[in-house]
């Protein structure tokens, strides 16, 4: 992981597809005088993103990613990154698979939040698989990126009880409550390491 820098902080950047909660909370916690991050880049692969709205709004660097061609979309995010110095990308519903190549050039620099406890329920539609094999819990895991999908070391997980009349609706909205407030606890742990 980076060094930080002045103020005990490092320059991270958020990458999102989408509603952006996850985005809110990283913003909020990096407010905090003893936040371990200053949030100055965010990257959206989608112009209609309500994430990147409130990005703009609330005077972030926001960016807008056409990913028609990936090898280009990544070569422009990479540009991105180096001009402002981001030490730590965060993924918070971003849709775009990062090649090889992009992960290697930020190893152990990009983290994932997902919202199943893994190892299990891996990839989409989680909550659905989940209550369709009745488990009695699910829950979300913040955790690093590597080259397979969702399978990074886990940094931080918690879980949530399945009741017996829910939804996947009613499911994903418990689960998104306790994500916005991990997601932030798990940055600041990986950063307190340092
Ligand atoms: C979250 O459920 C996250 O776990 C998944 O995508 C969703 C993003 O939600 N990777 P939001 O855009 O942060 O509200």
């Not at 809110?24 to 003893?34: E, L, P, T």
């Not at 030490?87 to 620099?109: D, Q, T, V």
């Amino acid at each position: 992981m980076a060094k930080l820098i002045g103020k005990n902080k490092i320059y991270c950047a958020v990458f999102i597809s989408g509603r952006g909660s996850n985005l809110k909370s990283i913003f909020r916690y990096s407010k905090k005088k003893n936040s371990k991050i200053i949030l100055k880049l965010v990257v959206s692969n989608k112009l209609s993103a309500p994430g990147a709205k409130f990005a703009k709004k609330n005077k972030i660097i926001t960016q807008i990613v056409n990913y028609e061609n990936t090898i280009k979309a990544e070569k422009e995010i990479l540009s991105l990154l180096k001009k402002n110095d981001i030490k730590l990308i965060c993924l918070a519903g971003f849709l775009k698979i990062l090649s090889k190549n992009f992960i290697k050039n930020f190893n152990g620099k990009i983290i994932n939040i997902h919202p199943s406890l893994l190892p299990k329920y891996k990839g989409l539609n989680t909550h659905e698989r989940v209550i369709k094999n009745k488990e009695s819990y699910s829950g979300c895991t913040v955790h690093f990126v590597n080259k397979k999908l969702d399978s990074g070391k886990i940094i931080l997980q918690q879980k949530v009880k399945l009741y017996k009349l829910d939804t996947p609706k009613k499911l994903e909205k418990r689960i998104l409550k306790i994500e916005n407030k991990i997601y932030p606890k798990a940055i600041n742990q990986i950063l307190s390491k340092i």
